[in-house]
């Protein structure tokens, strides 16, 4: 394996991912992720010197819309899907930590 | 009258004068589900009670005269990453095991408003990834040729129930053969249209540049209706039912289609992509400014609003000089004999109808898989960030601050094969990989598009197989990620190209199991792979 995932680098991807791993899954991941990386760096093989990176095959921009109050939020519809809710907010665990 | 066998026009034209009701169809339906769905599993929710209700009302405005459109009264099946206004939409996720949408996907609305009557939400690999339906959170979907066998994916419970005739059709989605490759494991029509041909507004979303909705179904004519509806331009009410309604309840009959100058990709140059741009723009500026505060503007910026729709006048049996691409590059190593062999059966059929086929050199074809799957985690890894415990969907039970929170719910509510794609797609987004990994990708994505466009210079259609190997075993993909991966060889680099493509049974290996056909058009170009899938279909039923 080309890749070796080093324990900083999946201790990295689990901060940006916002994941947290087990030993058995970070292991795992590690395995998967050099594997991964292996198979994609056949893209090397391929010289894309002048060639203009594709986001999307036609040309889109941003669709702008005038901002208007139309009162179709549907306040009581969507706090019933919160984990928890109080006086019509969504509630979340401490912010700051002690 | 056997109901069950219909198509889904047939159906249809069958409820339209008379022959059959809304209700039947769907009692008919729901029959075959009590029989059928305890061992094949297509569904992850039904509500039985209102089905009916539903084609119990549906049933009335086509006595009143309301419903009049090809579709009206026949049940459907919705994949599950489709948003469902008050009824629980999971993404096959645990992360989404209770969540109940505030609004319905325009895909849905569409067919809604067409009078198509909804079943249930169909089963899927979690957040689509996967090809299999095996990475659910709410248990595995068999496929009806062979019940030790996967349905395909993600779009696996979709496809399966069409095969199985829990449903007259079906949605799903294709971010690299999710409506393909389970349409040829279950033996149905499945097609992929051009990327932004149909509104992705409530499509929940994995990989937004390749995302595209799209039709499961029994003929290539359901298909092309289907597709027609699916892709009809919610504001202009030429398609589908004549009575649409706006967002706000409001009838739009009579009113013009607005702004007639937007994009007709019927006279679409090398350069369309820009003029849809400018389409767009013009129209959702006017409408900004003509429709305050009432008529919804388009909700999804990559929908083209494409005129060009009628996909049915393509339903014709002659492929007299159509010229037909077979990539040497879709026949080598990996690929299966007996699914080789039927492939090059029906390439056969069309060359003795008079198409023109010949082999041809793709090249780029072994890049797809790892630009796909790099540009694919790069989106999901973005777009799964939404999922955070707060607004909606679990939330972990212990946790004593936010970001811990986030961690910990993220960790229990996504499954293994969405956190692996997660973790991928943040690696090569991250500051010094961007360049290597994304960049890369998008690079080599722009070289096979090029070379599509080659290829499209010299034939009106590219066929080949959808998948190596006809469904493989229950239990025998998700050890090796890597091996199921290049089971999509065939199917992504189309996503990466945006281009239209259409699966179609052609046969089954000695197990009975089905094997599809897959037909590749240039943008825009659906009606020439519908022709040829027409004509191909009736060949075979002749």
Do not use: W
């Amino acid at each position: 394996m080309a890749n070796i995932i080093s324990d900083e680098t999946i201790e990295y991807v689990g901060i940006l991912a916002k994941l947290s791993l087990s030993e058995e899954e970070r292991e795992q991941a590690k395995k998967d992720m050099g594997r991964m990386l292996d198979y994609i760096d056949k893209l090397n093989e391929l010289d894309t010197t002048g060639v203009e990176p594709m986001s999307h095959v036609f040309a889109v921009s941003n669709v702008f819309r005038e901002d208007e109050v139309t009162g179709g939020d549907g306040r009581e519809e969507v706090l019933r899907n919160a984990p928890e809710q109080k006086d019509d907010m969504f509630v979340v665990p401490n912010v700051m930590s002690h | 009258m056997e109901l069950l066998s219909l198509s889904a026009v047939e159906l249809g034209a069958a409820i339209g004068t008379g022959k059959a009701t809304a209700v039947e169809a769907m009692e008919a339906v729901l029959g075959r589900i009590a029989e059928a769905e305890e061992e094949l599993h297509c569904y992850i929710t039904i509500d039985k009670e209102k089905a009916l209700e539903r084609a119990q009302s549906v049933q009335r405005r086509i006595e009143a005269g309301e419903l009049t459109g090809p579709l009206a009264g026949v049940p459907m099946a919705i994949k599950d990453n489709l948003c469902t206004e008050g009824m629980l939409t999971t993404c096959a996720s645990r992360i989404l095991g209770n969540f109940v949408p505030t609004y319905t996907a325009q895909a849905v609305q569409n067919m809604e408003r067409a009078g198509a009557v909804i079943i249930g939400k169909t089963n899927m690999d979690e957040f689509a990834m996967g090809s299999t339906t095996e990475t659910s959170a709410y248990g595995i979907t068999r496929n009806p040729y062979g019940r030790e066998h996967v349905p395909g994916g993600s779009s696996g419970g979709s496809a399966a129930a069409v095969a199985a005739r829990e449903c007259f059709f079906a949605l799903g989605s294709d971010t690299g053969g999710s409506i393909r490759q389970p349409a040829s494991h279950c033996g149905v029509v499945g097609m992929k249209p051009t990327y932004g041909t149909v509104s992705r507004f409530g499509l929940i979303a994995y990989g937004s540049s390749l995302d595209q909705v799209g039709p499961l179904c029994r003929t290539v004519e359901d298909c092309a209706v289907i597709l027609g509806i699916l892709a009809a331009d919610s504001q202009d009410g030429s398609q589908g039912d004549s009575r649409i309604e706006d967002g706000m309840g409001r009838q739009a009959v009579g009113e013009k289609p607005q702004n007639q100058e937007i994009f007709g990709a019927e006279s679409h140059s090398p350069d369309s992509g820009l003029n849809a741009g400018q389409g767009i723009r013009q129209k959702t500026g006017q409408n900004a400014g003509q429709k305050a505060g009432g008529q919804a503007v388009r909700k999804d910026s990559t929908y083209l609003g494409r005129k060009d729709i009628d996909f049915t006048s393509a339903l014709k049996k002659d492929v007299r000089g159509m010229r037909i691409g077979i990539p040497r590059d879709y026949f080598g190593q990996g690929l299966d004999g007996e699914v080789r062999r039927a492939v090059l059966a029906a390439a056969e059929c069309l060359r003795e109808n008079g198409a023109a086929v010949e082999e041809f050199d793709l090249s780029l074809a072994e890049y797809a898989i790892p630009a796909y799957y790099t540009i694919a985690a790069a989106e999901a890894s973005s777009n799964l960030e939404r999922f955070d415990g707060i607004k909606y969907g679990y939330r972990a039970a212990d946790a004593e601050e936010l970001h811990q929170m986030y961690k910990k719910t993220r960790s229990q509510g996504f499954g293994p094969e969405v956190k692996r794609r997660i973790m991928l797609g943040s690696f090569v987004l991250s500051s010094g990989y961007y360049d290597a990994y994304y960049l890369k990708a998008l690079r080599v994505k722009a070289m096979i598009k090029k070379a599509f466009d080659d290829a499209f210079a010299r034939y009106d259609c590219i066929l080949g197989p959808v998948a190596p190997a006809t469904a493989p075993k229950l239990g025998e993909s998700l050890d090796d990620p890597l091996k199921m991966y290049l089971g999509d060889i065939y199917t992504i680099s189309v996503n990466l190209a945006g281009l239209p493509a259409i699966s179609v049974p052609c046969g089954a290996d000695k197990n009975g199991l089905p094997i599809g056909l897959q037909l590749i058009g240039d943008c825009f170009a659906e009606k020439k792979i519908l022709q040829a899938a027409y004509t191909y279909e009736q060949l075979k039923k002749a």
